[in-house]
């Protein structure tokens, strides 16, 4: 299940007004709803697009968000299951998960959205190598990430 939370534009020139939120979740099916509101007409879709800022949520099949956009910095636990069985510990040393941090892979400040496509596990070590001196993520040959020096 995917949720869009559209944070309305002011229509008026001037300093930005504090903008309402409203989430619309959009199914796998192409349909779209309000919580507690009901459906929404393809058109009506769209004309929230053109006046909103849209920021994605994806849910996994047990409700817990695993896509969040760059609205939320730190992983959360629904996150961190899946870390763990795709990375199994740290990228750099494969020390176990309890002993890792979640790792920004293009960093979070400017941009980098904590969705678990953009996120690793790393040991406190590790981690320090990363922002410290250089070390970067990147794709390894077998399909895994990995740690490369600078």
Not at 21 to 40: N, T
Not at 106 to 126: A, E, F, K, M, Y
Not at 127 to 136: A, M, N, P, S, V
């Amino acid at each position: 299940m995917a949720a869009l939370i559209l944070g309305l534009r002011a229509e008026r020139p001037g300093p930005p007004a504090v903008r309402n939120q409203m989430i619309v979740v959009a199914q796998a099916d192409g349909s779209v709803h309000i919580p507690g509101v009901g459906s929404l007409p393809t058109s009506e879709t769209t004309h929230l697009d053109c006046i909103s800022d849209l920021y994605g949520l994806v849910f996994s099949a047990d409700g817990q968000p695993l896509w969040m956009g760059d609205r939320v910095r730190l992983a959360t636990n629904g996150q961190w299951r899946p870390l763990i069985v795709r990375d199994g510990g740290c990228v750099g040393c494969g020390a176990e998960p309890s002993r890792c941090e979640a790792h920004h892979i293009r960093w979070v400040r400017p941009g980098g959205p904590t969705d678990i496509d953009n996120l690793v596990l790393v040991c406190s070590h590790h981690h320090h190598l990363i922002h410290d001196k250089g070390w970067r993520v990147c794709w390894g040959a077998d399909g895994t990430w990995m740690l490369a020096p600078p």
